[in-house]
């Protein structure tokens, strides 16, 4: 099931569950991975895309490793709310996961690359070293505002 609902999203898994989160570019996915109690997320890898079959092979393998339960997609929805050729591609590339088995939460993530990017150049990280992380930072951004609002009420 792909949903946008957090709260029917988190009547999917009565005793919680990992969650990985995924920020789903053109060249790059990065990944972040949750505890089962929903309080904290991790950035923890960044995969360089090649074929989709590949790709979601490694995806699958690490949901695997790492006993996942469910998805977390960031959604990048124009700035006023819209839909735009991003967000129809990673609705396909979502629509496209669901062969995993997993529950898939669609996530807006407007201003996720903009957060991270800002804590980055305020750590006065290299451009080099930005470039490195701020992907897979995105992913536990966005997978951390999911679970925050899971975890509400």
């Not at 009565?14 to 060249?27: A, E, F, I």
């Not at 995806?59 to 991003?86: C, E, F, N």
């Not at 088995?101 to 305020?122: C, K, M, N, P």
Request: glycine residues 8%.
């Amino acid at each position: 099931m792909i949903t946008t609902s957090a709260p029917e999203y988190r009547d999917l898994f009565p005793m919680g569950g990992r969650l990985m989160g995924l920020d789903v570019g053109t060249k790059t996915i990065g990944i972040a991975l949750c505890d089962a109690g929903w309080s904290i997320a991790s950035a923890a890898q960044l995969l360089h895309r090649t074929k989709f079959t590949a790709d979601l092979e490694k995806l699958k393998a690490l949901a695997a490793a790492q006993d996942v339960k469910g998805l977390v997609i960031g959604l990048p929805l124009s700035l006023d709310g819209t839909d735009s050729p991003r967000t129809q591609s990673t609705r396909a590339f979502a629509r496209n996961s669901a062969s995993l088995g997993l529950h898939i939460l669609l996530w807006d993530e407007r201003w996720s690359t903009q957060a991270v990017t800002r804590t980055l150049l305020d750590a006065d990280a290299s451009r080099a070293r930005r470039a490195e992380l701020v992907d897979k930072m995105a992913a536990a951004y966005i997978l951390q505002g999911a679970i925050d609002a899971l975890t509400m009420g």
